[in-house]
């Protein structure tokens, strides 16, 4: 990276619109398009405090402008490098970065860091008839009831029975397979991205160390930022496009669960990262960021990847219907009554660590782009065909996970977030300090009684977790997610506030 100093560097950033920037060429050698990135006022700072204070020579994670920057160098890139409100450093790619390669290019690439080792991280809404005072005189028991049905933590083992055959079928089929087992109903697979389900996953192509870190882990949630929350509806910002979600009440009740792919995810990720970094030696690809290793999409271990990682989203999907069987079964005990008396229908399942074949305007003409999303949601607009004919007339619903005790939101998507964004929006909130720093500056009992204030039951498994997740550990989700909605490329909906969280 250049010597350059601060105020040199931001020749090269520009405002170009409400909430939108622009990173020029020429900010980190061998751009290939621009950068764009979207934040207000309040996240502008954040940003720029960490191009500031960034260090570069001692190695490790990149501020994230210069990591969208990078990213604008791989070969294929089309449109521009894209970050969102919650973008921060990652792996290789920041969280919240968006890129499309093109097909149709025969250097284009595929990046394990575009997609992140929680491969198929997403966020599952469930509603039900209840409302707030009705679930009030048992919150605690539900609160334990979910902690005690849902395994959670690092180590933690499902409850699904499962063999190595049976593990397969789950990589292969995704949420097919749940269905077969009586684990989802068919209303679930509809109300899910892909369907639940990437038709092009190989399990042949996944490691044997892969599958073995696997097989114990299906119906559970795992650690950091996942997460099964009991959540009210605190504000409907769109009223007809909510009922279609079956959203029609304040203080209706809502469910929750943020998780992925665990360590079998995590594996497939590292096992692509090896065998890209010979490929590129093999076909001479040079990147800015050796964590943005890549091979040619075309290429064998290109290809090799994409089909491990459908297996990895499908684990994935199969992990959150599993976790949805068991809320479904720890409600129906507490309230004694069938999930189907308690209407627990699927509102939506997004994915926001992935990689998709998809149909894009570039340019005025259509082309057929794989489109990176790390720590972004697809946000697809009314009327596309990859949506369900419940969203038609609404767009695609999408889930925004807040962090531990603050509110969530459910956005749909727009036609400018087609245009704009490929089709995608924010995530969450975004780290704003690291783990590290937010276990040596805040204390998790204070933490506890600042959540026991705000009414909120917490089950959690680590109390170092408590701090690493706090409400100061990140940005404000109201910013990030007003910052898309002013933009355009989603549009809100509905606001949801938690009364009981479950972590590892």
Same mark, same amino acid.
Not at 16 to 29: A, R, Y
Not at 213 to 240: C, M, W
């Given at each position: 990276?250049?010597?350059?100093?601060?105020?040199?560097?931001?020749?090269?950033?520009?405002?170009?619109?409400? &909430?939108?920037?622009?990173? #020029?060429?020429?900010?980190?050698?061998?751009?290939?398009?621009?950068?764009?990135?979207?934040?207000?006022?309040?996240?502008?700072?954040?940003?720029?405090? #960490?191009? +500031?204070?960034?260090?570069?020579?001692?190695?490790?994670?990149?501020?994230?402008?210069?990591?969208?920057?990078?990213?604008?160098?791989?070969?294929?890139?089309?449109?521009?490098?894209?970050?969102?409100?919650?973008?921060?450093?990652?792996?290789?790619?920041?969280?919240?970065n968006i890129a499309a390669m093109d097909m149709s290019d025969p250097e284009a690439v595929v990046s394990p860091g575009g997609v992140g080792f929680d491969i198929n991280c997403g966020v599952r @809404?469930? %509603?039900?008839?209840?409302?707030? *005072?009705?679930?009030?005189? /048992?919150?605690?028991?539900?609160?334990?009831?979910?902690?005690?049905?849902?395994?959670?933590?690092?180590?933690?083992?499902?409850?699904?029975?499962?063999?190595?055959?049976?593990?397969?079928?789950?990589?292969?089929?995704?949420?097919?397979?749940?269905? +077969?087992?009586?684990?989802?109903?068919?209303?679930?697979?509809?109300?899910?991205? #892909?369907?639940?389900?990437?038709?092009?996953?190989?399990?042949? *192509?996944?490691?044997? *160390?892969?599958?073995?870190?696997?097989?114990?882990?299906?119906?559970? @949630?795992?650690?950091?930022?996942? $997460?099964?929350?009991?959540?009210?509806?605190?504000?409907?910002?769109?009223?007809?496009?909510?009922?279609?979600?079956?959203?029609?009440?304040?203080?209706?009740?809502?469910?929750?669960?943020?998780?992925?792919?665990?360590?079998?995810?995590h594996q497939v990720a590292t096992d692509a990262l090896l065998e890209m970094e010979r490929a590129m030696k093999r076909d001479n690809i040079i990147v800015n960021d050796r964590q943005l290793a890549?091979?040619?999409?075309?290429?064998?271990?290109?290809?090799?990847?994409?089909?491990?990682?459908?297996?990895?989203?499908?684990?994935?999907?199969?992990? %959150?219907?599993?976790?949805?069987?068991?809320?479904?079964?720890?409600?129906?005990?507490?309230?004694?009554?069938?999930?189907?008396?308690?209407?627990?229908?699927?509102?939506?399942?997004?994915?926001? &660590?992935?990689?998709?074949?998809?149909?894009?305007?570039?340019?005025?003409?259509?082309?057929?782009? @794989?489109?990176?999303?790390?720590?972004?949601?697809?946000?697809?607009?009314?009327? /596309?065909?990859?949506?369900?004919?419940?969203?038609?007339?609404?767009?695609?619903?999408?889930?925004?996970?807040?962090?531990?005790?603050? /509110?969530?939101?459910?956005?749909?998507?727009?036609?400018?977030?087609?245009?704009?964004?490929?089709?995608?929006?924010? /995530?969450?909130?975004? +780290?704003?300090?690291?783990?590290?720093?937010?276990?040596?500056? @805040?204390?998790?009992?204070?933490?506890?009684?600042?959540?026991?204030? +705000?009414?909120?039951?917490?089950?959690?498994?680590?109390?170092?977790?408590?701090?690493? #997740?706090?409400?100061?550990? $990140?940005?404000?989700?109201?910013?990030?997610? &007003?910052?898309?909605?002013?933009?355009?490329?989603?549009?809100?909906?509905?606001?949801?506030?938690?009364?009981?969280?479950?972590?590892?």
């Open positions: 990276m250049s010597s350059r100093t601060y105020d040199e560097e931001m020749t090269y950033l520009k405002k170009i619109g409400h &909430n939108t920037w622009k990173i #020029e060429k020429g900010f980190v050698p061998n751009m290939r398009v621009e950068g764009r990135f979207y934040v207000n006022d309040k996240l502008e700072s954040l940003m720029f405090d #960490e191009l +500031r204070h960034s260090d570069v020579k001692g190695g490790g994670f990149l501020p994230a402008v210069k990591q969208i920057a990078n990213v604008a160098c791989l070969p294929g890139i089309v449109g521009y490098s894209i970050g969102l409100p919650d973008v921060h450093s990652g792996y290789g790619f920041a969280i919240g @809404l469930i %509603r039900t008839n209840l409302l707030e *005072k009705d679930v009030a005189p /048992h919150k605690e028991q539900i609160c334990q009831c979910l902690f005690d049905h849902i395994p959670v933590g690092v180590g933690s083992k499902g409850i699904i029975p499962m063999n190595a055959r049976d593990l397969d079928e789950a990589i292969e089929m995704g949420i097919d397979w749940s269905l +077969r087992e009586g684990y989802a109903w068919a209303e679930d697979k509809e109300h899910c991205e #892909e369907y639940g389900r990437m038709l092009h996953a190989d399990p042949t *192509k996944v490691s044997l *160390k892969a599958k073995k870190r696997g097989l114990p882990q299906l119906g559970t @949630l795992g650690s950091g930022n996942h $997460y099964a929350e009991i959540q009210v509806v605190d504000e409907i910002f769109d009223e007809k496009k909510a009922a279609k979600m079956g959203i029609e009440n304040i203080g209706q009740v809502c469910i929750m669960i943020h998780s992925g792919s665990r360590g079998f995810g890549c091979a040619r999409i075309s290429s064998k271990e290109g290809q090799d990847y994409l089909k491990a990682m459908a297996c990895a989203s499908n684990f994935a999907w199969v992990n %959150r219907s599993s976790m949805t069987f068991l809320t479904r079964q720890a409600f129906a005990k507490i309230f004694n009554a069938s999930p189907d008396d308690l209407d627990m229908q699927v509102i939506y399942d997004v994915s926001h &660590n992935i990689a998709k074949i998809e149909q894009h305007l570039v340019d005025g003409q259509t082309k057929k782009l @794989l489109v990176h999303r790390k720590g972004a949601t697809r946000a697809f607009p009314p009327d /596309h065909p990859s949506i369900p004919v419940d969203y038609q007339l609404t767009g695609q619903p999408i889930l925004i996970g807040g962090t531990m005790g603050t /509110h969530s939101y459910v956005l749909t998507g727009t036609s400018t977030g087609m245009q704009q964004t490929f089709g995608t929006t924010c /995530h969450g909130s975004g +780290r704003a300090i690291s783990r590290a720093k937010a276990r040596r500056v @805040l204390n998790y009992q204070d933490v506890l009684e600042e959540m026991s204030k +705000r009414g909120i039951s917490v089950r959690v498994a680590s109390p170092k977790l408590i701090m690493e #997740e706090a409400p100061e550990s $990140y940005k404000n989700v109201t910013d990030v997610v &007003n910052t898309c909605h002013e933009v355009g490329i989603s549009a809100k909906c509905v606001k949801l506030r938690p009364i009981g969280v479950i972590k590892g």
